[in-house]
């Protein structure tokens, strides 16, 4: 009985000091109330045959005719041992405590996702940053370094053949960096142009694209002349500075489709001005460019015209190209238009020297023969009543308009006097004093009577 009260006493503290920990985790009361019962049970059953508790506990044995203590005896040192109950007790205590204190799962896996994205991020830093350096603000290495570099870029050229002729001129742009600057340049190359480009020194792999944007240099012009016949403005085509040649092998037929003219032939068609093209193009591309002005012209001046004696704006051009050729002074060109639409309405020849020279053709050597004048050629307007087939030279703007708006008067002559000037007439009396007077009178030269 002394074992069992020394254990319950035992039991009794150990259950009051652990009784927090105990109620924190329901697996301790159930393991705590188990060990208990055993304990219990097993001191209660131990008899006096000597046997001992299997708590360890030691059981002080009685001689005969001793008397009984009532009194508790105290354990010593060597006594004390510690019930089987009460070491289960205190590990299942120190594992609960244990667990308490263990940091959670989750915890654990957030602070490790943390720590993979903070790497992540700076991977990423180190990353954009080299890129940004790469593309905006390391230099293209440049075989000559403090001059530009010039770079023609041709027709049909592929992105591919641009990156390889930048480095044949000596700049050393790679692919992988090209094609990030243009990801990541604000200006979106869409397109490249033929032409020749300067680059500076020192362009970056995204000033090299922002060069390709803003297009080639124009480097070179031509003229046509106001005036000029067709054979003279495809010479100046052929002729032209660094023009690629694409329509000398080009029959008339074929350049009127490749420029789609409708049309019997290419004069009149190509505007007089001067044009501008970067080195490389096409003449092909320079003429489409003069043709299409042309017929913005036209259609203008067709969409303006007044009172004219015309029916299509093709007869319009026609009529332009004689009003150019036989003006000499601007301020005439609409009395000049007068003339010939007056009559045209009296069908009457237009008599006119300049269609009759470009009938002639290239052969003319200056120096219009009665001969010609008698010589019957589609183009002969001393012999047809009525427009030559073609026009016979590049109008201007200023006569496209005139010929589509004529002077309200009644001249059916005009001279030249000279000085660039004409003297206009209502009839014949009047007109071949004025040829009396303007020409006749003149140095033998070469003479011209216009509208006679």
Do not use: C
């Amino acid at each position: 009985m002394i074992e069992f009260d020394f254990q319950g006493s035992i039991i009794k503290d150990m259950t009051q000091n652990d009784k927090d920990t105990a109620n924190q985790t329901q697996v301790t009361d159930d393991v705590n109330a188990s060990v208990s019962d055993k304990t219990l049970s097993t001191s209660s059953t131990t008899t006096d045959t000597g046997d001992q508790p299997i708590t360890g506990a030691k059981v002080p044995t009685q001689k005969a005719n001793e008397s009984v203590s009532t009194e508790p005896t105290k354990p010593t040192a060597t006594d004390q041992s510690v019930p089987i109950s009460l070491l289960m007790r205190r590990r299942t205590t120190l594992v609960s405590i244990f667990r308490l204190r263990a940091p959670p799962k989750s915890v654990v896996g957030t602070a490790i996702m943390a720590g993979v994205l903070a790497l992540m991020g700076l991977a990423g830093y180190g990353a954009y940053w080299e890129v940004n350096q790469r593309v905006f603000e390391r230099p293209v290495a440049s075989a000559t370094p403090d001059a530009p570099v010039m770079v023609t870029i041709q027709e049909g050229d592929s992105a591919r053949r641009v990156m390889e002729r930048l480095r044949t001129a000596g700049l050393d742009a790679d692919d992988l960096t090209m094609r990030l600057a243009v990801k990541l340049a604000p200006n979106k190359l869409s397109r490249i142009h033929t032409g020749t480009y300067r680059f500076e020194p020192g362009l970056t792999p995204a000033g090299i694209l922002q060069t390709l944007a803003k297009g080639p240099l124009v480097d070179q012009q031509l003229r046509i002349p106001d005036g000029a016949p067709i054979w003279e403005v495809l010479a100046i085509f052929k002729n032209a500075t660094v023009l690629k040649q694409t329509t000398a092998t080009m029959t008339p037929e074929a350049l009127r489709a490749a420029l789609e003219i409708d049309a019997p032939s290419l004069e009149g068609w190509f505007a007089p001005d001067t044009y501008h093209y970067m080195s490389g193009s096409t003449d092909l591309a320079v003429m489409k460019k003069a043709v299409a002005k042309q017929k913005a012209l036209l259609d203008r001046a067709w969409a303006q015209r007044g009172n004219a004696e015309l029916k299509t704006p093709y007869e319009a051009l026609i009529l332009a190209s004689i009003i150019e050729k036989e003006t000499g002074l601007a301020t005439d060109r609409h009395q000049i238009s007068s003339v010939f639409h007056n009559r045209l309405k009296l069908k009457m020849p237009l008599q006119t020297d300049p269609t009759v020279i470009y009938g002639i053709g290239e052969k003319f050597n200056g120096n219009l023969t009665r001969k010609d004048l008698q010589t019957a050629t589609p183009y002969n307007t001393y012999k047809i009543p009525a427009l030559p087939p073609t026009p016979i030279a590049m109008p201007s703007w200023a006569s496209i308009e005139a010929a589509v708006n004529p002077a309200d008067t009644k001249y059916l002559y005009f001279v030249s006097r000279g000085d660039g000037s004409s003297q206009f007439s209502t009839n014949l009396k009047a007109h071949n004093r004025a040829v009396r007077q303007y020409i006749l009178s003149r140095p033998k030269t070469t003479t011209k009577t216009e509208g006679q």
